[in-house]
Structures are given as structure tokens and as C-alpha cells.
């Protein structure tokens, strides 16, 4: 298995956690905080670019020139280990830094534009960033602790169905470097059982698509739409409690659009929706809403904590907000 590290990291913000599912952001650095991964945020940090190349409104060269930057950042901050919490900037980073180390043109045409832009000192040289030792999703440097978690007090999950849904950006784009396997993808659920959470494991679907499909949710809502119900029919046949995610795009996909589909199909799934890093911090007592952010999800969880045993109480509100932590 490849070196995964659990120091010098840039924690990359994400466009769609930061504004669908900030908890996501929180969780994250909870279990890294609690785990002893050394890592920063930078607020230099842009946008992968991601949703805009795939709605074909960002070229490629745009898309690499602004990673260009972005590793930059992460040399700069003395944190060139990168963790993402986004599939598709996973897909989009790793793919940018393959084209800056083995483009020749491609790379010089970035460097001319940064340093007529005066970001001379963003210039990239071959090799600054290796896709296979320094980008990583934050799904990977949890399960590099696992064995940490499974030593950490845990809440009884034995009651629910518990299903995984495995990033196409992250398991379907760069084979070599995914955990877990890609015909079969278990990160997820290696990392759910760390903390004592069995998974239902295989079922039918597991490796389709969310049917987001980026512009397709918008241009052909229909057809997006239906992939997403054939796999939410999926999990209803296997009763279905928790589904796991390692992407916002596809956590939108599902948590938003299950009510619409229940509605439009008239059935209920009643399946929670939660990212594997929530999962895991609420699994080692993290605030429902001060650290997962349960509060910014359609499908309301209060109903799962519940059954965990949890109260679910907010805490006092600022100025109309919960105020979240990390």
C-alpha cells in the first residue's frame, strides 16, 4: 500500500463542503486534532476549479495554472501533503500535477503567465509536487489511523444497515492510487468497522454513480435524477439506514435530492446521509451541531441520534447561527 502521511498537511478547502456542508470541514480536523495528524489551513488557498472544468467553463490549462498556485501554497506553507475533501479535487489535483511534471509546454506556458502576472515566486519546477506521494483524500489519512480509532470509546451502531458509496472522482480516475479497491471499493467501510460500524459490505449498485454528473443535474435533472433513484431503490432493498460518503458532491446529490425523489416516486427511504468523517466523529463523541453541522443537511438526522441515544439539543444560537467549532 502506498506511504500515506500523517504530517505536513494541507487540509484543501472545498468549494462544496465549505458551502453545502461546512461539518464535513469540522469533523475532518476534529479527527485530526484527536488523531495527532499534523496539518494547516491556508487562507491563500483557492478553488480547484473543479465544478467549472466539468461544467466545461474552466480549460484545462486554467484549471492547472491555478493548481500551479495552489501547490505553491502548500510548498510555501511548509505543508506540501495535501488532503482533500473532495473527490473531484482529488481527480483534479492529481491530474494537474501529472500535467505540470510531464507537459513540458504546458508547464512553461503556466510559468510565463505567473510571472508576467508578478507571481514569479509561484513558478512550478518539475517535480515540486508528486501526485502519488503528495495528494491524498482526507479519507486516506483516517484510515492510516485506524487502528487509532479502534481504540477510541465508539457508539453502538449494531442496529442499522450501513451502506458506502465510493467516490467516482476518486475510485474510477487514478486506479493505482485508490485504497480499497475499485470493482469493489471497502475504504469506506474498513474505516467504518475500525470503529466497531459493520457495513452491509457488497450490494447492488455500489459502484453506480450519484447521478450528479455536475451540468447533468441541471441540464437533464431527469435523467440525473433517475440514476440517482435506481441506486437509493438499491439500498431501500437492502433496509438501508446510513449511507457513507466521502464527496459533497455526491452527499448534495443524495441527502438533497432524496425528498424530491420520494416524493416524485412516492416512497419513503428514510436512509440518513452522512460523510465518513462525520460518521467517524460523531462515532468518538463529536457535537452534532457544533462539529458535524447536522443543521446544513435536507434529510435531518435528529431522528438517527435518537436512536443513538443521543439528545439532540442545539446549542444557544449567535445572531441566528450555530456557531460551529474548528
Known amino acids: 500500500m502506498k506511504k500515506i502521511p500523517d504530517k505536513d498537511i494541507l487540509l484543501f478547502k472545498s468549494c462544496l463542503v465549505s458551502v453545502e456542508y461546512p461539518g464535513v470541514e469540522s469533523s475532518t480536523a476534529f479527527l485530526f486534532d484527536k488523531l495527532g495528524v499534523g496539518y494547516h489551513r491556508d487562507q491563500r488557498q483557492s478553488c480547484c476549479t473543479g465544478l467549472g472544468h466539468y461544467y466545461d467553463l474552466f480549460d ?66 518539475k517535480g515540486d509536487i508528486d501526485p502519488h506521494k503528495n495528494i491524498f483524500h482526507a479519507a486516506e489519512i483516517l484510515y492510516n489511523k485506524k487502528d487509532l480509532l479502534k481504540d477510541s470509546p465508539h457508539l453502538d451502531f449494531s442496529q442499522f444497515n450501513i451502506a458506502t458509496h465510493h467516490a467516482c472522482h476518486y475510485c474510477k480516475v487514478h486506479y493505482e492510487d485508490t485504497i480499497g479497491g475499485v470493482r469493489h471499493p471497502m475504504l469506506l467501510d474498513e474505516l ?22 455536475f451540468r447533468q443535474r441541471f441540464t437533464n435533472n431527469d435523467l440525473s435524477l433517475q440514476v440517482t433513484a435506481e441506486k437509493l431503490l438499491s439500498l431501500k432493498e437492502n433496509q438501508t439506514d446510513i449511507m457513507l460518503h466521502m464527496c459533497p458532491n455526491c452527499q448534495m446529490q443524495y441527502d438533497r ?70
Not at 498556485?69 to 510548498?75: G, K
Not at 483534479?92 to 510571472?115: C, D, F, Q, V, Y
Not at 434529510?299 to 446549542?315: A, D, M, S
Request: hydrophobic fraction near 40%.
Open 60 to 125: 484545462q490549462l486554467s484549471t492547472t495554472a491555478l493548481a500551479a498556485r495552489n501547490f505553491w501554497v502548500a510548498r510555501d506553507s511548509g505543508n506540501p501533503n495535501i488532503a482533500v475533501m473532495c473527490a473531484t479535487c482529488y481527480a483534479i489535483l492529481k491530474k494537474s500535477a501529472e500535467i505540470l511534471n510531464e507537459n513540458n509546454e504546458a508547464r512553461e506556458k503556466i510559468n510565463g503567465l505567473l510571472e508576467e502576472g508578478g507571481l514569479g515566486k509561484m513558478v512550478y519546477h
Open 192 to 213: 467504518a468497522a475500525s470503529c466497531g460500524a459493520e457495513t452491509v459490505g457488497w450490494y447492488d449498485q455500489k459502484r453506480l454513480t450519484c447521478g450528479a454528473g
Open 257 to 326: 435530492y432524496q425528498p424530491v425523489i420520494e416524493k416524485k416516486q412516492n416512497v419513503k427511504f428514510n436512509i440518513f446521509h452522512l460523510n465518513i468523517a462525520q460518521f467517524l466523529a460523531l462515532n468518538i463523541g463529536a457535537d452534532p451541531y457544533r462539529v458535524l453541522g447536522i443543521q446544513t443537511h435536507t434529510v435531518p438526522v435528529e431522528p438517527l441520534l435518537k436512536k443513538l441515544g443521543i439528545e439532540p439539543v442545539k446549542t444557544p444560537v449567535e445572531n441566528g447561527k450555530i456557531k460551529m467549532d474548528h
